[in-house]
């Protein structure tokens, strides 16, 4: 996914990294459905950083070893921030039909 949300997906700094000396070889993180990570002779590497989904800690919190890391999350927030994110994804949702429109949203809390 090289753009998210309308920005290059490079300017989002968001993948894991292993610290292998806490590693324990269990193999979880290999679980990840966006294949982030391909297992060599020394165990995990983080081979595909890109593909990591924007947000997401799944591996983080089941790896056995705790020995997946990711940048902070306030850096995270201060990018979605600084390049208007969540606004564009929320216009893409609103166009996929997935959350209502600005319009309907304001009615239903009027109305519900
Ligand atoms: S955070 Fe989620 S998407 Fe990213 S590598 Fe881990 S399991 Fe995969
Ligand atoms: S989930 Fe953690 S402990 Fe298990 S193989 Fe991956 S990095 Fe190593």
Known sequence: MPWFAGIDRKKINWCPTINLERCTKCGMCMNCGKHVFEWTDDGPVVARPLECVVGCTTCRTLC??????????????KTYEANHVWAAVKAILIRKGKIPTEDKTIKARVTG
Do not use: T
């Not at 056995?64 to 927030?77: D, K, M, T």
């Open 64 to 77: 056995e070893g705790n020995a997946i890391h990711f940048p902070s999350v306030s850096q995270l927030r």
